[in-house]
């Protein structure tokens, strides 16, 4: 996050009120802010990338969670998950037309053939159900 929006949010959260672009007067907001990232704050912090008082505001609580790659026992649940008939952006999981797609892209993903376990995106929240999606669609019928 650029310099100047860092400063923004430590305002906003400070003052507890933000001006709408273009306003001529502050509304007072009332927020919580829950933040993540995959950047080394503070790393950033000390390369004077990152406010540190912004930094201090925002780190009430740290839950860390980690990638994928280092929970391999959640793969199957999370492809149980994603392969759910009915949820949005699952089509082939509700076409019954691709025999073992399911079974295949379980064992491709418990197996570390997944690109979502050897490549995580962390901005793309949907990017295991699209694995698994391609992991159907490149395998019909394995």
Known sequence: MPLAAQSKVLKAIEDNEIMR?????PFAIVVRVIAATNQNLD???????????LY?????LTIRVPPLRERGSDIEYLADFFSEPGLPGTQFAAQEN??????HAHGSAM???????????GKDRDHG???LDRSRAVNPGV
């Open 43 to 53: 790393r950033l912090m000390s390369e004077g990338r990152f406010r540190e008082d």
């Open 98 to 103: 691709i025999p073992g797609g399911n079974e």
């Open 56 to 60: 201090h505001r925002i780190n009430v």
């Open 21 to 25: 672009l273009g306003g001529t007067k």
């Open 129 to 131: 159900r699209s694995e």
């Open 111 to 121: 197996a570390g053939q997944c690109p979502a376990v050897e490549k995580p995106h």
